[in-house]
T-cell receptor, first 117, second 115 residues
Framework: KQEVTQIPAALSVPEGENLVLNCSFT??????LQWFRQDPGKGLTSLLL?????REQTSGRLNASLDKSSGRSTLYIAASQPGDSATYLC????????????????FGTGTLLAVQP | KAGVTQTPRYLIKTRGQQVTLSCSPI?????VSWYQQTPGQGLQFLFE???????NKGNFPGRFSGRQFSNSRSEMNVSTLELGDSALYLC??????????????FGPGTRLTVL
């Protein structure tokens, strides 16, 4: 059974600092890994999706990497800003019995990021 | 394209009542999934509908049900509400090519409070 964990649960950094958020998964047979951002009381905003064949994906100040063999993904945020404060979640799709991907996402518990001005 | 929309945004109900939540996916998306988010349990998958058929189901009691219409809009219903059903209910849509490349897009959620 796939399990996804995120460490740390909370992180506070000063503005301008580069930071790394971690995501671990127990079953390396994944189709992709998606990173989301959630502002308090709001829905999830998709940040990046890394396919299993990819090593990394970049969008602006965000860079996500994927190492399937070690069951890890990292989200790198460069030059953090107060507006980056939010909860960051990673998720992988559950697999069908025969191995195909489903749309059922298994989420980590999230990292609450606070960027201090 | 318009994003995923959910209505209503907020609901207050009392125990024993039932509630219906609505989700309109991004135009062209045929897959709609529902999640429950609570502080204690995090995000938990409820079910997924694709082309009007339930394709996956999470571990929730039968009081939680859903359906999807021919225009891909989806509703979920919770009957005999309990205090523990208070949560943020999120729906997500995707095009689902089935090859693992699909991004899931989430709506703003419906905040349900059960008194």
């Amino acid at each position: 059974k796939q399990e996804v964990t995120q460490i740390p649960a909370a992180l506070s950094v000063p503005e301008g600092e580069n930071l790394v958020l971690n995501c671990s998964f127990t079953d390396s047979a994944i189709y992709n890994l998606q990173w989301f951002r959630q502002d308090p009381g709001k829905g999830l905003t998709s940040l990046l999706l890394i396919q299993s064949s990819q090593r990394e994906q970049t969008s602006g100040r965000l860079n996500a990497s994927l190492d399937k063999s070690s069951g890890r993904s990292t989200l790198y945020i460069a030059a953090s800003q107060p507006g980056d404060s939010a909860t960051y979640l990673c998720a992988v799709p559950a697999l069908m019995n025969y191995g195909g991907a489903t749309n059922k996402l298994i989420f980590g518990t999230g990292t609450l990021l606070a960027v201090q001005p | 394209k318009a994003g995923v929309t959910q209505t209503p945004r907020y609901l207050i109900k009392t125990r024993g009542q039932q509630v219906t939540l609505s989700c309109s996916p991004i135009s062209g998306h045929r897959s709609v999934s529902w999640y429950q988010q609570t502080p204690g349990q995090g995000l938990q998958f409820l079910f997924e509908y694709f082309s009007e058929t339930q394709r996956n189901k999470g571990n929730f009691p039968g009081r939680f049900s859903g359906r999807q219409f021919s225009n891909s809009r989806s509703e979920m219903n919770v009957s005999t509400l309990e205090l523990g059903d208070s949560a943020l209910y999120l729906c997500a849509s995707s095009s689902h090519t089935g090859d693992g490349t699909d991004t899931q897009y989430f709506g703003p959620g419906t905040r349900l409070t059960v008194l």
